[in-house]
């Protein structure tokens, strides 16, 4: 699927945010694609759309921003500058409730060994001057998932 510009961005966050509320159970969802694909813009997109009410900060420096929204916890992580994977034991990641949370990972390759499960990875892209995605599915919840948003491979 191809999104031409911010606003198509900002649209699929907001399916996203529907398929993530009638899923209704945890997710963990990697985003993958080089800096400035997308990423950050479909995560805020995807918080704002679940109703939270404020500024959806980029967890860059801090590595985790967690948003109460549609009666759970959706956590974005931004592991760019993580130096080393071990360091995600400090921000007390394994006390965060995986089966009912929802999770969104930027550069999740880089905590490798140290995040909840995959479920379905969100694939951003260049494409002759827009973005395109896809997504790939790493669960049977990530399968259901992509099915919804209708973009599994």
């Known amino acids: 699927m191809l999104l031409p510009n911010t606003a198509a961005t900002q649209a699929f966050g907001a399916r996203l945010?529907?398929?993530?509320?009638?899923l209704d159970q945890g997710l963990t969802i990697a985003l993958a694609g080089e800096l400035g694909a997308g990423k950050t813009t479909l995560a805020r997109a995807t918080i704002t759309a679940l109703g939270h009410d404020g500024p959806v900060v980029s967890p860059t420096y801090t590595l985790l921003?967690?948003?109460p929204v549609a009666g759970r916890n959706l956590h974005h992580l931004d592991l760019y500058r993580l130096n080393d994977p071990?360091?995600?034991?400090?921000?007390?990641?394994?006390?965060?409730?995986?089966?009912?949370d929802w999770f969104m990972i930027e550069w999740p390759e880089r905590g490798a060994g140290h995040l909840p499960a995959l479920d379905v990875t969100i694939e951003l892209a260049y494409v002759h001057g827009a973005r395109s995605v896809a997504a790939h599915a790493e669960s049977s919840r990530g399968?259901?998932?992509?099915?919804m948003l209708q973009l599994e491979r």
Request: hydrophobic share 50%.
């Open 17 to 22: 945010a529907l398929a993530l509320q009638e």
């Open 65 to 67: 921003e967690s948003y």
């Open 86 to 100: 071990q360091e995600l034991e400090f921000i007390g990641l394994r006390e965060l409730a995986a089966q009912t």
């Open 143 to 147: 399968s259901a998932f992509a099915c």
